[in-house]
T-cell receptor
């Protein structure tokens, strides 16, 4: 099956710093989403981004489908950004394959 | 507001008992819902696809007799963990997608602890 690897696995940053999270996938996909999982476990949709670039406030994402990777950018980090970030992909149905995750810790 | 809702958010049960988790689509009809499991500090793994009016489809390695899935209406799927054991303790979360749109939505998740 498709492999979805994320890097780095862990990231600790000072408040106000910027970060880039990467998602590599091993095959062509129809859908790619970024999620933030908060400390209570809830998954929050960040972006639906099978290709191209999108921005939402301090967050932006870019997917280069031909090269099979996606990047999530977080600028001016806040403590509330802490949590685990997952990318997830599928092939046209709703069965998502999740990446390995990046655990982000923002220190005040 | 929540598009997909899950209940209960936390449940503790004794070994050998069964526990039911509900997943509801709040403002759309869901012919298909998905159930995932997440062990501590790990990623989410798909357990099964819940199909309205028909049998669920289970992923390889998931015991269908242990994890019973019922999708009797277009807005409700239930996952019953039967004869629960401590190793079943995990975070269970469901998802679905409105027919209009591409975004897949997740419920709030359910923390199951078997003691």
């Amino acid at each position: 099956g498709i492999q979805v690897e994320q890097s780095p696995p862990d990231l600790i940053l000072q408040e106000g710093a910027n970060s880039t999270l990467r998602c590599n996938f091993s095959d062509s996909v129809n859908n790619l989403q970024w999620f933030h999982q908060n400390p209570w476990g809830q998954l929050i949709n960040l972006f639906y981004i099978p290709s191209g670039t999108k921005q939402n406030g301090r967050l932006s994402a870019t997917t280069v489908a031909t090269e099979r990777y996606s990047l999530l950018y977080i600028s001016s980090s806040q403590t509330t950004d802490s949590g685990v970030y997952f990318c997830a992909v599928n092939f046209g149905n709703e069965k998502l394959t999740f990446g390995t995750g990046t655990r982000l810790t923002i220190i005040p | 507001g929540a598009v997909v809702s899950q209940h209960p958010s936390r449940v503790i049960c004794k070994s050998g008992t069964s526990v039911k988790i509900e997943c509801r689509s709040l403002d759309f009809q869901a012919t298909t819902m998905f159930w995932y499991r997440q062990f501590p500090k790990q990623s989410l793994m798909l357990m099964a696809t819940s199909n309205e009016g028909s049998k669920a489809t289970y992923e390889q390695g998931v015991e269908k007799d242990k994890f019973l899935i019922n999708h009797a209406s277009l807005t409700l799927s239930t996952l019953t963990v039967t004869s629960a054991h401590p190793e079943d303790s995990s975070f269970y979360i469901c998802s679905s997608r409105p027919s209009s749109g591409n975004t897949i939505y997740f419920g709030e998740g359910s923390w199951l602890t078997v003691v």
